[in-house]
């Protein structure tokens, strides 16, 4: 991978590691989760439509992608900010990784293999002790909602190059743009009834906050990961996902005050070091080559 993209990569990830954390104080106090995904589409959409106006994904494809990638991902990932500790969620964002590698065995994009098989397993095994033995009901959902977010992003992530007609920032242009409907009709079913009190209470830094989230999380990291994404192997780019525990981590301790206990700290090692057998590729040493006679 060329020095550029590997720069471009950590670039996503600086933004989305505290993006994540910094979104949970807006969803708790101002927008209701899946207005706020509403309100971010509609902004990126209007951001970068007049420059990419058209793709040429077919209309169906885009649909899907949209729903699955944005629509459902989105609104499923900002419920479990509500209802989880910030540093948790992300953590356990990083299950996308060993799930697109199971994505793409089954897309035959890759052979099932021990290493990667083993170190999914020892993701599990990092994520059951990040939980431990939820206290509320709500902690059982906002597990659920990350495990519906990772899955539909996942298995996203791994069609998007087989399917898409168009890469980079013109791609997820048109997929913003059929997510905002999508997402409007959702926001009305779901939290139709208290739609307007709702918006007519956000504060100004509430809609800049929101502004914030979808230029810095959503359009500009967004638009340069399916570029890379189109350029790149799913093994070879995802691993770059890591980083982001690095930083929303350290977010949500320094920044929102969220204590750092033992089975996080625990549970986040042995995330990584799955992640780390899933995405370290080994090569036996090549047997010299005897000099001619």
Same mark, same amino acid.
């Given at each position: ?13 600086? @933004? ?45 494809? &885009? /649909? ?9 991902? +989105? ?38 293999? /021990? ?32 495990? *519906?977010?990772? +899955? ?18 013109? @791609? ?22 208290? @739609? ?26 967004? +638009? ?35 204590? &750092?206990?033992?089975?996080? *700290? ?28």
């Amino acid at each position: 991978m060329p020095l550029l993209h590997i720069a471009l990569a950590v670039f996503i990830q600086i @933004l989305w590691g505290p993006i994540y954390t910094l979104a949970k104080p807006a969803v708790e106090d101002w927008f209701p989760p899946v207005l706020l995904v509403t309100i971010v589409y509609a902004v990126v959409a209007a951001i970068l439509t007049p420059f990419y106006p058209r793709a040429k994904t077919p209309r169906k494809t &885009l /649909f899907l992608l949209a729903f699955f990638g944005g629509t459902l991902q +989105s609104t499923a990932v900002y419920y479990a900010l509500m209802l989880l500790p910030a540093s948790t969620a992300v953590l356990l964002m990083q299950l996308s990784v060993p799930i697109a590698i199971i994505a793409s065995w089954f897309l035959g994009r890759d052979k099932p293999n /021990f290493k990667n098989g083993f170190g999914a397993l020892l993701c599990l095994v990092g994520v059951a002790v990040v939980i431990g033995k939820p206290d509320a009901t709500s902690d059982y959902l906002g597990i659920l909602a990350m495990l *519906v977010w990772v +899955s539909s992003w996942a298995t996203t992530l791994a069609v998007i190059p087989i399917v898409a007609k168009d890469h980079g920032t013109r @791609l997820y242009a048109a997929i913003a743009r059929y997510a905002t409907p999508q997402m409007i009709v959702m926001a009305l079913l779901v939290e139709g009834e208290n @739609l307007m009190p709702t918006i007519t209470a956000i504060p100004f830094q509430g809609w800049l906050g929101v502004i914030g989230i979808a230029v810095f999380g959503f359009a500009l990291p967004c +638009s340069i990961w399916y570029w890379l994404l189109m350029r790149h192997r799913i093994d070879e780019l995802t691993p770059f996902t890591l980083l982001m525990p690095v930083f929303g981590v350290a977010t949500a301790t320094f920044q929102l005050g969220e204590k &750092l206990s033992e089975g996080l *700290v625990l549970g986040g090692i042995i995330i990584l070091a799955g992640l780390g057998i899933v995405v370290w590729r080994w090569k036996p040493k090549s047997e010299p080559i005897p000099p001619a006679q």
